[in-house]
C-alpha cells in the first residue's frame, strides 16, 4: 500500500508511535524491510539517499514501487537527504511519494527559500515534503555525512520555519549524529528541547541518526512525539557483518541465492528490534 509521507504520519502522530525509515541501499535489504514490515504488521518507509539513488539507479525505485504497491502494510517511498531542487525533481520524476529538501547547512533565509521551491513542485501532484532545521552530527562511519557541529534547533525558529514553507514533517537536531558511534563517543539527546519543539509545531517531527543510540532515549522521544525516524547504518552493519562470515567460511560459494539468505536474517533481527523500540509493531489496523 504506497501513501506519501503526511498520511502515514498522520496516524502515527495521533497514536504515538514513531514509523521507521529505514535506508534501502541493495536488493537484499529491500527485501529485509518488506519481509518485516509483513510479519510484524508495521509501517515503514523506505528511504533511499541521492548517493544511493546514483549507485542503484533509477530503475531500482520501480522494484520499490511494485514492493509496496503489492504489500498489505503501508509504505512511503522516501529521498533521504535531498541536496538540491535537481535532486529532489529527480526523485520525484522516479516515483517517490515524499522527498526531503535538507537546507539545513544554509543560511535560515536560503533553507526558507529552497524549501518553499519543492513544497510548491511537490505539493500539487501530492508529494510530502521534509525538511531540517538544525545540523545533525557526523560520527565519521556514515555516507551520509553531518556536521562537525551539531546546532540545536531553535523552537521558536521552528515554529516559524514551519508556517512560512508549509512543510509535511521536520527534521530536528537534538543531539544525534548519522552513523555507528565509536568507542568513546556517547551521544546525549536534548529530550527537554523535543518537549518544547513538540509543544510548539504541529507536524509530525522527525529524528535523524538513529543508529547507535541508547535504546531508552529512543523510546523516550516516541513518547514526547516523534513520529518518525531514520535507520541505516545499524541495519548495514548487522547485514555486511554476516556477509564477511557467511564468505569466511564457505569461500566456495558464489551463488547469491545461498550466500544472502541468512544476511537477510541478520537485517531483520536489527529491522525487527526497531520496529518495537518505536512502537510501531502491529500498527496496519490503525490504517484500515
Keep these: 500500500m504506497l501513501m506519501n509521507m503526511k498520511e502515514l504520519l498522520k496516524v502515527a502522530q495521533k497514536n504515538q508511535f514513531a514509523v521507521p525509515a529505514f535506508n534501502i541501499g541493495s536488493g537484499q535489504i529491500l527485501t529485509a524491510v518488506v519481509q518485516s514490515a509483513e510479519a510484524m504488521q508495521c509501517p515503514v518507509i ?3 539517499h541521492p548517493d544511493e539513488l546514483s549507485f542503484l539507479g533509477d530503475s531500482f525505485v520501480e522494484s520499490c514501487k511494485a514492493e509496496a504497491n503489492a504489500a498489505k502494510v503501508p509504505m512511503v517511498i522516501h529521498l533521504d537527504h535531498g541536496g538540491s531542487f535537481e535532486q529532489v525533481m529527480r526523485a520525484i520524476q522516479c516515483g517517490f511519494t515524499s522527498v526531503m529538501i535538507d537546507g539545513s547547512h544554509l543560511s535560515y533565509e536560503d533553507n526558507i527559500e529552497i524549501t518553499k521551491k519543492v513544497v510548491g513542485a511537490a505539493h500539487p501532484i501530492h508529494i510530502s515534503v521534509e525538511a531540517e532545521l538544525g545540523t545533525i552530527g557526523t560520527t565519521g562511519t556514515s555516507a551520509e555525512g553531518g556536521a562537525s557541529e551539531i ?6 525558529l521552528a515554529k516559524d520555519f514551519v508556517a512560512k514553507t508549509g512543510i509535511d514533517t521536520l527534521a530536528v537536531a537534538i ?5 555507528i558511534y565509536p568507542k568513546g563517543m556517547k551521544p546525549k ?3 527537554d528541547l523535543l518537549k518544547e519543539i513538540r509543544d510548539v509545531v504541529m507536524v509530525p517531527l522527525v529524528l535523524h541518526g538513529g543508529s547507535s543510540n541508547a535504546d531508552e532515549e529512543i523510546a523516550e522521544s516516541v513518547k514526547i512525539g516523534i513520529s518518525k525516524i531514520n535507520i541505516s547504518s ?6 555486511y557483518k554476516k556477509v564477511r562470515e557467511v564468505l569466511k567460511d564457505n569461500e566456495g560459494w558464489y551463488e547469491p541465492n545461498a550466500i544472502y539468505p541468512p544476511c537477510i536474517a541478520a537485517a531483520r533481527e536489527v529491522i525487527e528490534f526497531k520496529m518495537n523500540l518505536f512502537n510501531a509493531v502491529d500498527k496496519v489496523k490503525l490504517y484500515k
Design 189 to 191: 539527546l536534548r529530550l
Design 46 to 48: 523506505l528511504a533511499i
Design 175 to 179: 543531539g544525534t549524529a548519522h552513523g
Design 234 to 239: 545499524d541495519v548495514k552493519a548487522a547485514y
Design 151 to 156: 546546532i540545536y534547533t531553535d523552537p521558536k
